[in-house]
């Protein structure tokens, strides 16, 4: 299985790289930066990581409804010509609160899937054109997009629970290509003594998760229902009110001796990779004790 560690861009960039540097001396095996509006311009932030680092993977994930193909594959030749081919595309169709903040209603997005598919088709053109190779993987959740994840290089999965991923790889069915990769892309918290405040980040940074699934989605697993049946308006202010079993659904969180249980649980659904998403890059002790926990 493979370790990958998501890196939060409102941090100072100094800060982003000393994280990135440190998880490279640590032996994960990628760093991943997510381009969103309320961020800095991902390419930047993997371009001040890369010119620290040396081995580690680097990924980043676009929306194409907020970068056009074009613009994704000129990041890439920029990046991959100055530090060579160990950069990694992940497109998604983009949170919708993020998407609204720069004026973009999802629901007014028509047949997201298919876009999806045909910016894919039409990076991978582009790069061939440019003398580009790059993996493209998919970020998905709900049903519709878990069925185009064959479509893609690989998947990673926006939930971590394992009924909800054995539900996916069903749906994915069986794939042939033995370099497409399942993996999961989750907030974390793995530590090696608790934090009440660190945990509370963590469910923080989960209701954003939740908060930006389809309500279809929530749906299949009784989750829409059961937010429903809280009294009170459900929103990233009043976080606590969420149960700590849906939170568990999407997020992360144990001491560092029940990660090996886990992993193993989820490596036989047939995940092969895993990003642990903020707060677990919170600082350089947190990614410590993710890479003790991993050496387990």
């Not at 493979?2 to 994960?28: C, F, M, P, T, W």
């Not at 878990?146 to 069986?174: K, Q, T, Y």
């Not at 993996?183 to 974390?188: H, N, R, V, Y």
């Amino acid at each position: 299985m493979k370790y990958g560690l998501h890196l939060n861009s409102e941090s100072k960039i100094d800060q982003i790289v000393r994280k990135g540097v440190e998880a490279e001396r640590l032996g994960l095996d990628s760093l991943w930066i997510c381009d969103m509006p309320s961020q800095r311009y991902g390419p930047v932030v993997a371009s001040a990581i890369a010119s620290r680092t040396r081995r580690i993977q680097i990924g980043l994930g676009f929306s194409p409804f907020l970068h056009t193909p074009q613009q994704i594959v000129s990041a890439f030749y920029s990046l991959i010509k100055a530090y060579g081919e160990r950069f990694e595309l992940c497109l998604v169709s983009g949170d919708k609160n993020q998407l609204q903040k720069v004026g973009i209603l999802r629901r007014s997005l028509k047949g997201i899937p298919d876009r999806l598919i045909k910016a894919k088709v039409e990076i991978e053109r582009k790069s061939e054109e440019q003398g580009l190779n790059f993996k493209i993987s998919l970020g998905a959740q709900g049903p519709k997009m878990v069925r185009i994840a064959p479509s893609f290089d690989g998947v990673h999965l926006n939930f971590c629970s394992p009924r909800i991923i054995e539900w996916a790889m069903n749906d994915i069915g069986r794939i042939e290509r033995r370099d497409f990769q399942v993996g999961i892309f989750a907030p974390s918290y793995v530590y090696a003594t608790f934090d009440r405040d660190m945990h509370q980040i963590l469910r923080r940074s989960s209701t954003a998760v939740i908060l930006g699934s389809s309500d279809r989605f929530l749906k299949i697993f009784e989750i829409y229902e059961e937010l429903h049946r809280i009294k009170g308006r459900i929103d990233s202010s009043t976080f606590e009110r969420i149960p700590q079993e849906i939170i568990n659904e999407f997020s992360i969180s144990m001491p560092s001796q029940k990660l090996k249980e886990y992993l193993s649980k989820i490596a036989t659904l047939g995940v092969e990779g895993i990003v642990f998403s903020y707060p677990q890059d919170y600082s350089i002790d947190t990614i410590r004790d993710l890479a003790r926990s991993l050496t387990r």
